[in-house]
């Protein structure tokens, strides 16, 4: 298969970007893959006027992510535009914005297929072409374009892990020392439930005092309260090493439609103690490989944090049972299901 990805790929991590970069390292081998990086993300205002102009100054360069290992060339172009885009059989995207401009792209660029890994889509109904293919990645936001688009082709696949990198070390289980968060911080991030964390970290500190507090993020903010250690999270290889260092992560978001910490905590041994929130009972299952409370409880997590601090054998099976599920969501598996739906969609149309 030829596949154009269209991905806005910046220096920055962003769990957006990973799962689509991961997919397209797994499918290189055996597919032509390029991943186009528009200066200009098709936005209007002088911001964007410029970005575009730089563009074009820099287009045909490849790009280089840095803040994790992508195989596949990133190639520049100014915006995404029709003749900024080679044909293919197949182009792939995640963005809502680039819906109209792709929708109206010519055959010979192929299927356009969506990946629809946010709440966006379900929580403002648009009006959009019946030649866009959705692949939501949970089932809460599947089963909800179905009801809210009956009339697309909609296909499921779960976000996954790399269990190779995301791995536990030398980690040893004789009772949990750390808690441990991923940080988001600014006005796009309220959903994340940063105040509800703390709230919960700052009962457990004063319950516990010997315990380790940790969060990763890419920028240390001053409201995050003095007791807690902050790792730069920049890069994959600071993140493995928070999730190593951490024995139990805190995920304490409001609404996420299939978020990779969880995922790649477990994968590193940690005991999950999550919300119910998007795709989180596709890959945990409570009591079993997580304690999973409601969005916005804050008396309920700081329990279940309590109850693995006071009952290592239970932390260590959570966190044991947790390592060993999260194998089934290995990238590699994630991505035959991908592929094999290319392959219908490709088939059906």
Known sequence: ?????????????????????????????SHDIVIYKGYNPNKTGP???????????LKGKRYVPGWMDCKVPV???PEYKERWIRSADITFFRSANLIDEVSSWG??????????????????????????VFIPSSTMVYEKLREIYPGHRIYRVGNGVDCDFFSPGERKYEKPESVGMVFYSGKNATHKG???GFD??????????????????????GYIPDFIEFINGR????????YRKTDILLFPSFEDASPNPPMEAMACGCALVTTDVGG?????RQNESALICKPGDVDGLTESITYLIENPDIWKNIAFNGCKEIRKFDYSNQTRILENIFYEILSTS
């Open 1 to 29: 298969m030829i596949i154009n990805v269209l991905l806005n790929i910046g220096k920055k991590p962003s769990g957006a970007s990973r799962p689509i970069v991961e997919f397209c390292n797994r499918l290189l081998p």
């Open 47 to 57: 911001e964007y006027a410029i970005r575009g102009f730089f563009g074009f100054l």
């Open 75 to 77: 190639i520049i172009i």
């Open 107 to 132: 055959r010979e660029k192929g299927i356009k297929v969506m990946r629809v890994s946010n709440i966006y889509m379900i929580k403002e109904q648009r009006n959009i072409p019946k030649n866009i």
């Open 194 to 196: 940063m105040d509800i």
């Open 200 to 221: 919960v970290m700052k009962k457990i500190n004063k319950r516990f005092p010997e315990i380790r507090f940790i969060v990763a993020g890419l920028k240390k903010e």
């Open 235 to 242: 890069n994959s290889e600071n993140m493995r090493l928070f």
């Open 280 to 284: 989180i009972r596709d890959f945990a």
